[in-house]
């Protein structure tokens, strides 16, 4: 393969921060890599609107990501993993990973009585993308679905340990303790944000999936395959693009990811059509 090609960055798009949690364990799984990062913050969030403006809105993401002459597009986006995908495949040459399928593989090597929760967006969790892989992987799967929307404005806003967070949590996770999971998927990238307050509320005896933990390793995977591991010694760079309040991201991006972020660029939506 081309050198040139391997220098070319990771492509990385969300609907607004939660991307920014598969971010972070590429930091770390793939540090030589070069990763630009597209979040669409002032359409955020994708969960509550149709499948077709969710498609539409995918297809923009990742054609902005094109343009900057990406090797590979992330889509850190569980909603728009479950619902565009198929579409994005089908438009663009470069190898799109998403983030159902390793999420999947990670609940059934951790479960032990076969009982998992799934939480996500409205549309994750109404596609039943994550009930449809787990059962195709083992059909003696018990999947038990939440859907809880409210939990990315609360990611958004940084309320990590907020009350609000702990009641809403308790609202929503109550059902899924009492089928006595041992196994919850959090299927949306969003979700880890809030994980601390998550793990207290459906309990200690339950293990946590980070859908963006596991994709980390699959992106890893996928680009061994096709040549395309950067040949670079020295640590890679991040670039980072959002659809509105740059400076709000910038402040949750440097507390997530634990480092200074030296620029966040705004891109307007009309750039974004096509």
Request: glycine share 6%.
């Amino acid at each position: 393969m081309n050198e040139f090609i391997n220098d070319k960055p990771i492509g990385v798009f969300d609907s607004g921060i939660g991307g920014l949690t598969v971010v972070k364990r590429f930091l770390s799984t793939l540090p030589n890599e070069n990763i630009i990062y597209f979040g669409d913050t002032a359409r955020v969030p994708y969960g509550s609107k149709s499948n077709s403006t969710v498609i539409e809105y995918s297809l923009q993401d990742a054609r902005f990501l094109i343009n900057k002459k990406v090797k590979a597009i992330v889509v850190a986006c569980n909603t728009a993993s479950s619902v565009a995908i198929e579409e994005l495949r089908k438009t663009f040459d470069v190898p799109i990973i998403g983030m159902i399928g390793a999420g999947s593989k990670s609940a059934i090597r951790h479960t032990k009585n076969k009982r998992v929760g799934v939480i996500g967006t409205n549309a994750t969790i109404s596609n039943k993308a994550y009930s449809k892989r787990l059962k195709y992987l083992d059909p003696a799967i018990e999947v038990f679905e939440k859907a809880c929307p409210l939990f990315v404005p609360l990611a958004e806003e940084g309320w990590t340990h907020h009350e609000a967070t702990y009641k809403i949590a308790e609202e929503y996770l109550a059902e899924l303790r009492e089928k006595e999971i041992d196994t919850l998927v959090l299927g949306c990238t969003h979700y880890p944000i809030l994980s601390e307050v998550i793990q207290e509320v459906i309990g200690a005896g339950v293990k946590l999936i980070d859908s963006g933990i596991a994709s980390a390793e699959v992106v890893k995977e996928e680009l061994k395959k096709n040549g395309l591991l950067s040949d670079n010694k020295s640590k890679g760079y991040s670039e980072f693009y959002v659809s509105d309040i740059p400076t709000k991201f910038k402040e949750i991006a440097e507390l997530f990811l634990g480092k200074p972020v030296k620029d966040v660029h705004k891109v307007e939506l009309e750039t974004l059509s096509f």
